[in-house]
């Protein structure tokens, strides 16, 4: 199975900040990387797919980059409505895997 | 408007059986692949399954820890997804998420609310 490994765990950030979460593949997997944003007690929402590309409707202060193992997402100025739970997702190979996400929490 | 809800979840005890459905409108069932993630409490998220399409075989993969009790299928005429859960344990506790697959890429674009299945005695 491929691991998906997410750093940081959690961060703590302010609004208006600039945040990376870096995502490691245990092996390659091509651009078959998608990221999903989830809030409290919600259901995880789409953000970036094909490790670039923006979900329509999705703020265009969220970019996606990395190809093979090693990825990126952005958040360029953080929003009030950006504190939430973010997750990496292989779809190279079956199973499908998650990283163990990040939180992202007010400083 | 795409919409997924699920429904069947519940309070199981160990060893026990659940049937989860999720409901699909809003864009052409038939020709989705679907999935199931699930979400125990405090964790992240774990993919469950998938279903292809019928035209695409209608075959199912899961993930190791739920192969042999857990079963995937498709009701295209109702428009339904459904995860048959046999031999229930402690560590199946979580939110049970339906959700599309795009295909080729096979990201998951729109997502249900999840409902909540416990396996507890």
């Known amino acids: 199975d491929i691991q998906m490994t997410q750093s940081p765990s959690s961060l703590s950030a302010s609004v208006g900040d600039r945040i990376t979460i870096t995502c490691r593949a245990s092996?390659?997997?091509?651009?078959?990387l998608n990221w999903y944003q989830q809030k409290p007690g919600k259901a995880p929402k789409l953000l970036i797919y094909?490790?670039?590309t923006l979900q329509s409707g999705v703020p265009s202060r969220f970019s996606g980059s990395g190809s093979g193992t090693d990825f990126t997402l952005t958040i360029s100025s953080l929003q009030p409505e950006d504190f939430a739970a973010y997750y990496c997702?292989?779809?190279?190979?079956?199973?499908?895997?998650f990283g163990q996400g990040t939180k992202v929490e007010v400083k | 408007e795409v919409q997924l809800v699920e429904s069947g979840g519940g309070l199981v005890e160990p060893g026990g059986s659940l049937r989860l459905s999720c409901a699909a409108s809003?864009?052409?069932?038939?020709?989705?692949?679907m999935n199931w993630v699930r979400q125990a409490p405090g964790k992240g998220l774990e993919w469950v399954g998938r279903?292809?399409?019928?035209?695409?075989?209608?075959?199912?993969d899961y993930v190791a820890p739920v192969k042999g009790r857990f079963t995937i299928s498709r009701d295209d005429s109702k428009n339904t997804l459904h995860l048959q859960m046999n031999s229930l344990k402690t560590e199946d506790t979580a939110v049970y998420y339906c959700?599309?697959?795009?295909?080729?890429?096979?990201?998951?674009?729109?997502w249900g609310k999840g409902t909540t299945v416990t396996v507890s005695s």
């Open positions: 092996q390659t997997i091509s651009n078959y």
């Open positions: 959700t599309t697959i795009v295909n080729f890429y096979y990201y998951m674009d729109v």
């Open positions: 279903i292809k399409s019928k035209i695409d075989g209608a075959t199912a």
């Open positions: 997702q292989q779809s190279y190979n079956i199973p499908w895997t």
């Open positions: 809003g864009f052409i069932f038939s020709n989705a692949w």
């Open positions: 094909v490790a670039s």
